[in-house]
């Protein structure tokens, strides 16, 4: 597919993909979905890819769908209900790579721009960074994920409050909240995502999928059972050659050169 929403970069087993539509606030038409869920499936048939970092182009992450669009398709409940499923389709496919994806997020956090930082493994923030789900300040509910995610992954109560009352975040109060992983100063996001995006490009790839796998799938379960698939995943690992090679690296006191196999 021939991206006109997005960039999608590849140098030293990172990809940036970067959302372009500055003067809409990169807001997420159909077009936009599209184009990301082709995205996903590029980085993830490249087997060099470790690392995914999403960003936005101009003052914003992402301000949320495309409601120009969204208005178009009031009273057409078929366009409506393919419109979600495509989000879904979207949110899931990028949830569900198994490298490492960073959502590196400044200016405006919101709605659909807050799903999309959701289905990342990591959030960093510029520090005037403004999050929040304010579907409710127009009577709207988010429709990709957002319900679902959102009050997983911080505090339930405040996740709650957010999506009743629509109200903003800080970088610092999403942080303080667990929903953000790290804060850094607006003239350092840049250079802090990079540093951080080098480090986990060196990382096993392997351990990474497998660390994914057991951390999504053992929250939705019981302790017991999530123990058993640990037990079972571990194992699996220990016949890949990056766990050879970890070991080895690790007794001849060097630095690991993980195959990725």
Same mark, same amino acid.
């Given at each position: 597919?021939?991206?006109?929403?997005? @960039?999608?970069?590849?140098?030293?087993?990172?990809?940036? +993909?970067?959302? &372009?539509?500055?003067?809409?606030? &990169?807001?997420?038409?159909?077009?936009? =979905?599209?184009?990301? =869920?082709?995205?996903?499936?590029?980085? $993830?048939?490249?087997?060099?890819?470790?690392?995914?970092? @999403?960003? *936005?182009? *101009?003052?914003?992450?992402?301000?949320?769908?495309?409601?120009?669009?969204?208005?178009?398709? +009031?009273? &057409? @409940?078929?366009?409506?209900?393919?419109?979600?499923?495509?989000?879904?389709?979207?949110?899931?496919?990028?949830?569900?790579?198994?490298?490492?994806?960073?959502?590196?997020?400044?200016?405006?956090?919101?709605?659909?721009?807050?799903?999309?930082?959701?289905?990342?493994?990591?959030?960093?923030?510029?520090?005037?960074?403004? @999050?929040?789900? $304010?579907?409710?300040?127009?009577?709207?509910?988010?429709? *990709?994920? *957002?319900? $679902?995610?959102?009050?997983?992954?911080?505090?339930?109560?405040?996740?709650?409050? %957010?999506?009743?009352?629509?109200?903003?975040?800080?970088?610092?109060?999403? /942080?303080? =909240?667990?929903?953000?992983?790290?804060?850094?100063?607006?003239?350092?996001?840049?250079?802090?995502?990079?540093?951080?995006?080098?480090?986990?490009?060196?990382?096993?790839?392997?351990?990474?999928?497998?660390?994914?796998?057991?951390? &999504?799938?053992?929250? $939705?379960?019981?302790?017991?059972?999530? %123990?058993?698939?640990?037990?079972?995943?571990?194992? /699996?690992?220990? %016949?890949?050659?990056?766990?050879?090679?970890?070991?080895?690296?690790?007794?001849?006191?060097?630095?690991?050169?993980?195959?990725?196999?």
């Amino acid at each position: 597919m021939k991206f006109e929403t997005i @960039i999608l970069e590849k140098q030293n087993r990172i990809a940036t +993909l970067t959302l &372009n539509r500055p003067d809409d606030l &990169n807001a997420l038409s159909r077009r936009v =979905y599209e184009e990301l =869920y082709a995205a996903a499936m590029e980085v $993830q048939s490249d087997r060099e890819i470790r690392v995914l970092v @999403i960003k *936005g182009n *101009g003052r914003a992450f992402c301000a949320g769908a495309d409601l120009k669009e969204v208005q178009r398709m +009031l009273g &057409n @409940i078929p366009a409506m209900a393919e419109f979600v499923r495509l989000c879904h389709r979207t949110y899931n496919a990028i949830e569900s790579l198994p490298i490492v994806t960073i959502a590196s997020v400044h200016g405006l956090v919101l709605a659909g721009g807050i799903e999309l930082a959701e289905v990342c493994d990591i959030i960093i923030a510029a520090e005037s960074t403004r @999050i929040g789900d $304010q579907h409710a300040r127009f009577g709207l509910v988010a429709g *990709g994920g *957002g319900t $679902q995610r959102l009050i997983r992954q911080m505090h339930f109560r405040k996740a709650r409050e %957010l999506l009743i009352t629509g109200d903003w975040m800080t970088a610092a109060e999403a /942080q303080a =909240y667990g929903f953000v992983s790290r804060v850094v100063p607006d003239d350092k996001l840049s250079e802090a995502t990079a540093e951080l995006a080098r480090t986990l490009a060196d990382r096993s790839p392997m351990a990474t999928r497998c660390v994914k796998m057991l951390a &999504n799938r053992g929250i $939705q379960t019981d302790l017991a059972t999530a %123990l058993e698939l640990e037990m079972a995943a571990v194992q /699996q690992h220990y %016949l890949t050659e990056d766990f050879a090679e970890g070991v080895n690296a690790f007794v001849e006191k060097r630095k690991p050169n993980f195959p990725g196999r």
